[in-house]
């Protein structure tokens, strides 16, 4: 089974980067499959930020994060990333790593399910 563990969240000013990092273990697939990362803020609805598919790179991003977050994975060490650049007080959440086996890179999209989680690691930014 497939088991994803967040790493990375911290407190960061206004303006600031963070990278997370999603290790994704017992990934012994050769076949593709999609990731994602979630985030949820105390009270609000789980937000999707963005989306990759494992064998072709495909990635999708809310609005919200576009020109400012970037998902890429390494594919060697099985690790999915979340660079965030220029964060604002906005982005402060619970953020989530999940994946998915159904489906190919055209059903990896913002809005599909998934069906496992990490525990998730806190990121949050002050103004």
């Known amino acids: 089974d497939l088991e994803l563990v967040e790493s990375g969240g911290d407190s960061v000013q206004a303006g600031g980067s963070l990278r997370l990092s999603c290790a994704a273990n017992?990934?012994?697939?050769?076949?593709?499959?999609?990731m994602a990362w979630f985030r949820q803020a105390p009270g609000k609805e789980r937000e999707a930020v963005a989306s990759?598919?494992?064998?072709?790179?495909?990635?999708n991003y809310a609005n919200s994060v576009k020109g400012r977050f970037t998902v890429s994975r390494d594919n060697a060490k099985k690790i999915l990333y979340l660079q965030m650049n220029d964060v604002k007080p906005e982005d402060s959440a619970m953020y989530y790593c999940a994946a998915d086996f159904s489906g190919g890179s055209w059903f990896c999209t913002l809005s599909r399910s998934f069906d496992t989680w990490g525990q998730g690691t806190q990121v949050t930014v002050s103004s």
């Open positions: 017992g990934d012994n697939y050769q076949s593709g499959y999609c």
């Open positions: 990759f598919y494992t064998k072709d790179g495909n990635t």
